[in-house]
């Protein structure tokens, strides 16, 4: 079930009336409710895989109590590190099985050999990587007795599989979504209006950007060695804005459907093609993996605590990782090879905490310093997505090469204007909203009340007038 779909539109206002309306003062069932609607929702995609969600649930409810009740460390660990081994497995199995077979076969040809290699045709079980990492968190912190055991199993289970988040993120933390399914809620209109608001900008993003962007970078990065320097230039560029828009409009309507619904999802994206370097960009792209990689993985390996060394270490493990978690291909290794690469000056020249403020100074155009920095950072950045898009790193490369030649100074074959009119629109409702939640949370909030509900409607339109054939989200396949 998409976000963007017909079926998404008539589910949600069937759940919000029985929410609300028939269990609006009871708690138990409405999280009970909400447990089974998130059920039904994720059977949507593939009823099959709903047992293996149930089973890492299951899993992780019952490793933590086992962790929790044991006096001796040792049965602490093999409760652990058992959740933990079985998690990464099944992610593994159905993510990486065919990545890792296919490496050793290649790897045994290029010695004269012959394998021959058993591959399955595996279906990659939707949302997986993100609800293995909200059980692997929780376990995880129960181990460090930053929390204790949930007691309730349906509030345990929402809290891995509430349905806004289940699929695409943001990747959740019990120390803040737990609390929140164990304290009653209350509908609040001004919430639920801003919640709206922010299911409107989403959408905009997705269908009206993304979904644009995406014909026209489709076509040139599938074809790319028929099209000009120019022309793969620009399809760069529109990746650049799809895989932002998609993801983060997904974003958008997760927190805006859970804070109509009575939640505070954590904030997955603040504006990052604004960010003057790299460091500033990974506080603001896929923020709740970032933090988690940062919290789970770089600080328990001694942070930037260490050796200047270590520290390089500890940012290469990071980056490598964010990489293969997007995917079982070589081009996620060096996008995120290409990332930790871009950090490495500013962490051993110590800058890489320079700009933790939100431009909030400016009140309409930065300075010609910090518009030269965002615009290094959005180039570097762009440079990178090409290896995320592309089919292999020979794709990549080729690719790479056809924009450095001399055809990049040629007119491209597609310019479309209608494109770059939507991107522009975005990027003005973006900057002004900078310092918000999202873009509309405060944009146009002091007009006169009909010009304001006119903006909604001209963006309700454009949703409409751009909507055809649903799209799936990018982040899905991750």
């Known amino acids: 079930m998409l976000f963007n779909s017909v079926e998404f539109f008539l589910f949600f206002p069937v759940v919000f009336l029985i929410y609300w309306v028939f269990l609006g003062k009871k708690l138990k069932a409405q999280n009970a409710f909400l447990l089974i609607s998130s059920y039904l929702f994720y059977s949507f995609w593939d009823y099959r895989f709903l047992s293996l969600?149930?089973?890492?649930?299951?899993?992780?409810?019952?490793s933590a109590h086992k962790i929790y009740n044991s006096s001796q460390k040792a049965t602490k660990k093999y409760w652990l590190w058992l959740s933990i081994i079985l998690n990464l497995g099944f992610l593994g199995f159905f993510k990486y099985y065919n990545f890792f077979i296919g490496s050793f076969a290649e790897l045994l040809s290029n010695f004269g050999l012959k394998p021959h290699i058993w591959s399955l045709q595996i279906?990659?079980?939707?949302?997986?990587s993100f609800y293995t990492f909200h059980g692997l968190s929780y376990i995880i912190d129960v181990y460090k007795e930053r929390i204790k055991p949930e007691k309730s199993?349906?509030?345990?289970?929402?809290?891995?599989?509430?349905?806004?988040?289940?699929?695409a993120g943001p990747i959740e933390r019990a120390t803040h979504l737990l609390p929140q399914i164990k304290k009653s809620r209350f509908f609040n209109y001004e919430t639920a209006m801003d919640g709206l608001r922010q299911i409107l900008w989403g959408l905009f993003k997705k269908v009206v950007v993304a979904d644009n962007c995406a014909k026209y970078a489709n076509i040139i990065f599938n074809q790319s060695d028929e099209f000009s320097g120019s022309t793969l230039f620009f399809g760069a560029i529109f990746f650049t804005f799809?895989?932002?828009?998609?993801?983060?409009?997904?974003?958008?309507?997760?927190?805006?459907?859970?804070?109509?619904?009575?939640?505070?999802?954590?904030?997955?994206?603040?504006?990052?093609?604004?960010?003057?370097?790299i460091a500033e960009f990974w506080r603001r792209w896929h923020i709740?993996?970032?933090?988690?990689?940062?919290?789970?993985?770089?600080?328990?390996?001694?942070g930037s605590r260490v050796s200047k060394l270590k520290q390089v270490r500890n940012v290469f493990v990071i980056f490598l990782l964010s990489g293969f978690w997007h995917g079982a291909n070589w081009t996620f290794i060096v996008w995120g090879f290409l990332h930790a690469i871009y950090f490495l000056p500013l962490l051993l020249l110590q800058k890489n905490r320079n700009n933790l403020d939100t431009l909030s100074d400016v009140k309409i155009l930065p300075s010609f310093r910090d518009f030269l920095n965002i615009l290094l950072t959005f180039g570097l950045v762009t440079f990178?997505?090409?290896?995320?898009r592309a089919e292999n790193l020979s794709h990549a490369f080729n690719y790479i090469s056809g924009i450095f030649s001399s055809s990049l100074f040629t007119f491209p074959e597609y310019f479309p204007k209608k494109v770059f009119l939507v991107i522009f629109i975005l990027m003005v409702i973006e900057w002004f909203g900078r310092n918000s939640n999202h873009g509309l949370?405060?944009?146009g909030l002091n007009w006169p009340k009909p010009f304001r509900i006119a903006f909604y409607y001209v963006l309700l339109f454009m949703i409409f007038y751009f909507s055809g054939e649903d799209q799936q989200f990018i982040y899905f396949q991750f």
């Open 53 to 62: 969600l149930l089973f890492s649930t299951v899993l992780d409810y019952f």
């Open 123 to 128: 279906i990659l079980p939707v949302g997986i």
């Open 153 to 167: 199993f349906i509030d345990y289970g929402l809290f891995v599989s509430f349905f806004p988040l289940l699929v």
């Open 242 to 277: 799809q895989i932002y828009c998609d993801f983060s409009g997904y974003s958008d309507i997760a927190l805006g459907t859970a804070r109509i619904l009575g939640f505070d999802l954590l904030k997955n994206f603040s504006f990052p093609y604004f960010s003057r370097d």
């Open 288 to 302: 709740s993996l970032s933090s988690w990689f940062r919290d789970y993985v770089y600080i328990p390996m001694g």
């Open 384 to 388: 990178a997505w090409i290896f995320f």
């Open 441 to 443: 949370e405060k944009f």
